[in-house]
């Protein structure tokens, strides 16, 4: 019944694979290519909901296609955002998250626990506390950053550094019970030690870091606060999305989501391949 | 180069947990070696050695070093361990801890390599290597550095024949070459071979230290005696 209907709307290149109607690449191609939905006669099959993820799919994969000026600047604020402050979080959580395995200090179990306590911060108590540190009444107010990607970053950082910190000193604190031993027998200094840690422990600590990078890169509520989700200035992929959610324009935010996955799959993938984990015979 | 020997321990005594693990006990090395400790399980081998190291603090009693210089230390561990690097780079580990100008930690490393036989693995994980592969390379990272002084905790315990002499021959070529052994051993006749003094360990405690032939031909007393027979002392 399907084909028949394919055929007469003249659609024969659709293929039917299946009575659940899995249908190939070629479908997708076509109906974005025409800017056309074709959907299957049978509504029973086809909920709303799955209609609104098709329209999405089709949104996001024009806008990827077209190169959509407005999807790339976001976009690449997003990136440039999220990986300044992954960067800064990374340089403050990955040494203390190492110094916390090895340096036995009389609050170090509280600190361990702060740091755990702090990893399910509510992002959009962060960004009221970093608004009103850095509105003009507060006591960095002078330098005006609020409503600035500087403040998104601020914002972030504050967010990511305890995930970083605890996933980090977990995996530290298993290398040092490893090492323990040998890094005392040969005298080591405490700098050494930990510089000896972060460069073994580097692939756990880049799990670490792209954990802080999934949850920096999909924040909307800290960033939405402190950032305003001006145009041009400080939106980003997650604010678009909560503003074109709000406008009702589901598709476009659907579509902006999957742009959003897709660039996390690709920063991971990037990160994997550079730093060559998963390469034969190495570390 | 300062003497560092004698070493003496002066009424040690380590408590953990509550618990006694050794002394309190007396020991005196002179700079002639090898030594090896024998004794039953939980006699204290393990403690006693780190306790002379450094690297396990005693509750209580002195331990002291004509002069102590803890570059001039090296431990090899039971079960060796070994970094998360290369082969080549776990050798230049020790030596890179030093500041140790880059052309000489590769001729170091290079001529221990090839006296390891190890010298086709250097780019491999140290962790692939086999049980003996890894205590040779533990042995050699501990011998880079030159040291005075070795300590070894049965370095040669499950592992075969064969990597035990290979063993036995590098730890023979570091007494000549003037490094001071001080090694606990389960294998009697790698003792015998190896010994020049001999400390025997039991309750924790030194039982009885002496010239390695004297005491294997005619033992002090008859926990040693029994010790060295193969029966069960405790």
Redo the contacts between chains.
């Keep these: 019944m399907l084909q028949t209907f394919f055929e007469q709307t003249g659609h024969p290149e659709l293929v039917i694979l299946s009575a659940q109607w899995t249908l190939d690449i070629d479908w997708l191609l076509y109906f974005t290519r025409k800017d056309r939905i074709v959907f299957v006669p049978q509504q029973s099959k086809c909920t709303a909901s799955m209609i609104e993820i098709l329209e999405g799919l089709k949104a996001a994969f024009w806008l990827v296609i077209t190169f959509d000026a407005e999807l790339w600047e976001i976009s690449l604020r997003s990136l440039r955002v999220t990986l300044t402050a992954l960067l800064i979080a990374s340089a403050i959580a990955i040494p203390l998250g190492t110094y916390l395995a090895v340096q036995r200090f009389r609050f170090r179990r509280f600190v361990i626990s702060l740091i755990n306590a702090l990893m399910g911060l509510p992002p959009v108590v962060v960004g009221l506390v970093v608004y009103i540190l850095l509105s003009r009444t507060g006591p960095f107010g002078v330098l005006d950053l609020l409503f600035t990607p500087t403040a998104m970053i601020i914002a972030q950082v504050i967010i990511i550094t305890p995930v970083i910190a605890s996933i980090a000193h977990q995996s530290m604190r298993e290398?040092w019970a490893?090492?323990h031993?040998?890094l005392?027998?040969?005298?080591?200094s405490k700098r050494?030690r930990i510089l000896?840690l972060i460069w073994?422990?580097r692939r756990n600590l880049l799990t670490a870091a792209l954990a802080g990078f999934g949850r920096a890169i999909g924040e909307v509520g800290a960033i939405m606060i402190v950032g305003g989700n001006i145009d041009h200035v400080t939106r980003v992929l997650t604010t678009a999305i909560a503003l074109e959610t709000g406008k009702g324009d589901f598709a476009l935010a659907l579509g902006l989501g999957f742009v959003l996955i897709g660039l996390a799959i690709l920063v991971n993938l990037a990160i994997h391949t550079l730093s060559q984990t998963e390469r034969e015979?190495?570390? | 180069m300062t003497q560092m020997f004698p070493l003496t321990l002066d009424q040690v005594l380590v408590r953990r947990r509550g618990k006694v693990v050794i002394g309190p006990t007396d020991l005196v090395l002179q700079p002639d070696g090898p030594t090896i400790i024998i004794g039953p399980n939980g006699s204290g081998k393990t403690t006693l050695l780190r306790v002379m190291?450094g690297?396990e603090r005693v509750t209580s009693g002195t331990v002291t070093w004509q002069h102590n210089d803890?570059?001039q230390?090296?431990?090899v561990?039971q079960s060796p361990?070994v970094?998360?690097?290369s082969v080549y780079e776990n050798l230049a580990?020790?030596l890179r801890?030093i500041q140790t100008p880059k052309p000489e930690v590769a001729q170091a490393v290079d001529h221990w390599l090839e006296r390891i036989g190890l010298a086709d693995m250097r780019?491999?994980?140290a962790l692939r290597l086999s049980g003996g592969e890894r205590q040779k390379l533990a042995i050699a990272r501990a011998l880079i550095r030159k040291p005075q002084v070795l300590f070894l905790d049965e370095p040669c315990a499950n592992l075969d024949g064969h990597a035990t002499r290979e063993i036995e021959a590098l730890l023979q070529e570091a007494t000549a070459a003037g490094t001071r052994l001080v090694m606990s051993t389960h294998d009697m006749g790698q003792a015998r071979r190896l010994a020049q003094e001999l400390v025997f360990m039991l309750g924790g405690k030194v039982h009885d230290v002496g010239d390695a032939e004297t005491l294997f031909a005619h033992p002090a007393n008859k926990e040693l005696s029994a010790f060295l027979r193969g029966d069960i002392v405790t």
């Design positions: 290398l490893e090492y031993d040998l005392i027998s040969l005298n080591t050494q000896t073994d422990g015979g190495r570390w | 190291h690297i803890p570059s230390h090296a431990f561990f361990i970094l998360r690097r580990y020790p801890l780019h491999s994980p």
